[in-house]
């Protein structure tokens, strides 16, 4: 009888872990070089404000400065022309760094390991439980 009961539990730890198996996230596993995600993550936020939103808000802080002082703009007259300078960098350096989103995709893709979103959750026509607590 121990020796049909020790099978048994063999048995059952051997379904389990075909269960658990089978149950864990794909996504899981395919990010697991999370050192060169990070890298890559930080290159993109650098190149990102070096190469596009610095130089797109200086550009525009230039622009305003220039309509301002040939009159297309006017200042105010209680805080001058530093609100509307303020504004055109502020743009500037948000639409220079949503410019850098398809450059940074590319990255990671080239990785295989596109950054997760909520399309990225399912995979095929199941959802991993593993995925659903995470979120």
Known sequence: MSSEATQDKVQTSALQQNEQGMLQCPISNAHGNRDEIARISQECKRESFWYRALPLSLGSMLVTE?????????????FGSLPKIAFAGVLGFAIGTMSYIGVCQKKFQSI?????????????????????TNS
């Open 66 to 78: 220039r309509l301002i002082s040939k009159g297309v703009f006017t200042s105010s007259p209680r």
């Open 112 to 132: 295989s390991a596109a950054p997760l979103g909520p399309e990225d959750k399912s995979h095929g026509n199941h959802t991993c439980k593993e995925c659903e």
